[in-house]
């Protein structure tokens, strides 16, 4: 009677984890984590591209990306809102069908993620209170430098300063050198200048590099990223992924600078 017991309860319960850990294939190939949904991650604390309303829900540009990419497959949006520097580790385990959050492509990402075509085009960019000397990133040396936590701003710096900040936020760091602290920031230069524009006292100094920026999908999952591909090049054709930039930005950042 007791091994009967047993293994009924053994029986539930791997019944119990396979529904926590299954993920649903559709009929064109893919696995999603709900049937009819594509659920994707941002971290609402990176404006304009993703900010959190009273309500908890997320807006911006990214957001609208994502809606567009689950509405040219066919699925429902649903947004996630999760730590920026935990989101890779968030796609990799299967808590999200995709990462639409501003993630620069690079070789380290690419070992744990794969990358779909670039849906914006961007750069770091060194951003100072209007009374500092600092123009180049040689003048950072040894500095006090704040950068958003997990984004790929750090290792610019990193061989100039030994004191680097980590934020959570690419705007709280924004807002902490606007009220006096640290000697500069570095992030993208669209973030920067929004910050700008929206009364911080700030100015863009030496723009480091330029980067692309992309979903991210989990590995083994070809078929799903080959539909974002695909879903991608549909808005860039039908002109949907420029008017969401217009609308955040006041111009096109979805373009290839190099295809100008």
Not at 85 to 110: C, M, N, P, Q, Y
Not at 193 to 222: F, H, T, Y
Request: proline share 2%; with cysteine; glycine share 8%.
């Amino acid at each position: 009677m007791k091994k009967r017991v047993l293994l009924v309860a053994l029986f539930l319960l791997s019944t119990i984890l396979a529904a926590c850990g299954g993920k649903v294939t559709t009929s064109e190939g893919y696995e999603l984590v709900d049937e009819g949904k594509f659920k994707f991650a941002s971290s609402g604390e990176f404006a304009p591209f993703s900010v959190t309303d009273g309500s908890g829900e997320m807006t911006g540009f990214d957001i609208e990306v994502g809606e567009a990419i689950a509405a040219e497959l066919g699925l429902e949006p649903e947004q996630e809102k999760y730590t920026f520097a935990s989101i890779v580790e968030g796609v990799k385990s299967g808590r999200f069908d995709a990462a639409v959050a501003s993630h620069t492509i690079t070789e380290d990402r690419l070992k744990e993620v794969d990358f779909s075509t670039p849906y914006y085009y961007s750069g770091a960019q060194i951003f100072v209170r209007p009374d500092s000397d600092i123009q180049t990133l040689d003048d950072l040396e040894g500095l006090e430098i704040a950068v958003s936590r997990g984004s790929t701003y750090a290792s610019i710096v990193e061989d100039v300063s030994d004191n680097i900040v980590n934020y959570d936020s690419d705007v709280v760091a924004l807002e902490a050198l606007n009220n006096g602290r640290h000697d500069a920031v570095v992030t993208d230069f669209v973030t920067g200048r929004e910050a700008i524009g929206s009364g911080m006292g700030l100015e863009a100094r030496e723009l480091l590099d330029r980067s692309e920026q992309a979903v991210a999908v989990a590995k083994g999952n070809e078929a799903l990223l080959e539909a974002i591909n695909d879903a991608l090049e549909t808005l860039r054709e039908n002109g949907k992924l420029a008017e969401i930039s217009e609308k955040y930005f006041g111009e096109d950042i979805t373009s290839d600078p190099d295809d100008e």
